[in-house]
């Protein structure tokens, strides 16, 4: 019996894999010769657009996420969602549940978190993106967020990354800190192979012998992805480099290398911040950032011509 091809693998050889894709992105599937043949794009030639409510990813226009890495309070988060909307950020972010290496470290305050988050983005008006840890967290997360994040440390779960899938909702998912640029999009082909399209990719930064900064800000990926795959990358400058003082200028060369967006972690007062202080903007900061966002570059100077650079006078070896 012919199956359908799955990054070179026939379906009757992968058996779940497989019957979850259906074969309903059959062209795309047999178009592809890389393994992660439905975000690859030879199968997909245009860019594709994730919509969070109305805010699309993946267009002309860049898009800012912006908030505290974690929620802590709420008058806090809505000053701050109020701040970064003002400011021309499009959504708002927050941590409910947070992954800390530490287990003494604050985690997140769960529910009560996302309640939190509902509630500014519904009095600003910003769609909400969140993490989810484990599977069980999708349906709950779901009821208060418009799109769901995957962590660094979760880019690996299978398990997650189908729960997910399942939703069709908008999924952010962040590169592994050990990652490949292909093990990331192997990634988010289990999110497409579930059925969900909606898929953002987000360069974080990848573990190096570098220990000057948090993590090393992998911007080749950024043109790299958008030559491989037709998914949308945003680049996340805070955990990227783990000091706020870069913050601005790794936005700036991300834009530059062809990203997307940004996501930014904005605190109204980062030295007290409770998770990731050191890397948080305050918002004066984030205003300036924005501000040089949207600045036009300035025109290049006129550079005299060199006799030598005159048309003719290039011979072989140069012309």
């Excluded at 993490?131 to 069980?136: A, G, I, K, M, S």
């Excluded at 988010?188 to 360069?203: K, R």
Aim: glycine residues 10%.
């Amino acid at each position: 019996m012919a199956g359908c091809r799955i990054g070179g693998v026939r379906s009757q050889d992968v058996g779940a894999s497989s019957r979850a894709a259906g074969c309903r992105q059959n062209e795309a599937v047999m178009a592809s010769t890389k393994p992660f043949s439905l975000a690859s794009r030879e199968g997909h030639p245009e860019d594709s657009t994730v919509d969070v409510r109305g805010v699309p990813i993946g267009g002309p226009s860049p898009v800012v996420i912006a908030g505290p890495c974690a929620v802590e309070d709420e008058d806090a988060l809505l000053a701050t969602g109020r701040f970064v909307r003002a400011h021309g950020a499009r959504l708002l972010r927050g941590g409910a549940f947070k992954p800390r290496t530490s287990p003494y470290s604050f985690q997140g305050l769960g529910e009560p978190g996302l309640r939190m988050l509902a509630a500014a983005g519904d009095a600003t008006g910003l769609p909400v993106v969140s993490e989810v840890l484990t599977p069980r967290d999708v349906g709950l997360a779901s009821r208060y967020v418009q799109m769901l994040q995957i962590g660094s440390r979760n880019m690996h779960n299978a398990a997650l990354l189908r729960e997910v899938g399942r939703t069709r909702m908008p999924v952010l998912l962040k590169r592994g800190m050990s990652a490949t640029v292909e093990e990331w999009l192997l990634a988010a082909e289990y999110v497409l192979s579930a059925g969900n399209p909606h898929v953002v990719l987000c360069e974080r930064g990848i573990r190096t012998f570098e220990t000057a900064t948090r993590f090393t800000l992998d911007l080749n990926a950024v043109p790299l992805v958008r030559e491989l795959s037709h998914l949308p990358i945003l680049v996340d400058p805070s955990h990227g480099t783990g000091r706020r003082s870069l913050v601005r200028p790794m936005s700036l060369a991300a834009l530059a290398a062809g990203a997307h967006g940004l996501i930014v972690e904005v605190h109204p007062r980062p030295d007290r911040a409770l998770s990731d202080g050191q890397q948080s903007i305050d918002l004066p900061t984030f205003a300036g950032l924005m501000s040089d966002l949207a600045a036009p570059p300035a025109p290049p100077e006129a550079v005299p011509q060199e006799p030598w650079l005159a048309a003719g006078a290039l011979r072989s070896g140069w012309a």
